[in-house]
């Protein structure tokens, strides 16, 4: 069983409908932030402008979005 499209970094995700998920992009650079930012973009699997990553929706990965809402956008949920 090979990992989901759209999913990167080795996560495999259960193809079922009760996985919600969000879908978040890039829109910020994180040149002059401080490191720990730059590191929650890496954690969510970004590392460049207009870059989307599609990851679990779950209280950790909402907890990131909000640490760095100024650098990203949430471009789905479902």
Known sequence: M????GFGRGRVLP???TVKTI???QV?????RPSEQRATLVGLGLNKLH?????EDTPAVRGMVAKVAHLVRVVNEG
């Open 15 to 17: 193809m079922n409908d």
């Open 28 to 32: 910020g650079s994180p040149i002059r």
């Open 2 to 5: 090979g990992a989901a499209a």
């Open 23 to 25: 879908t978040v992009e």
């Open 51 to 55: 870059r989307r990553s599609t990851l």
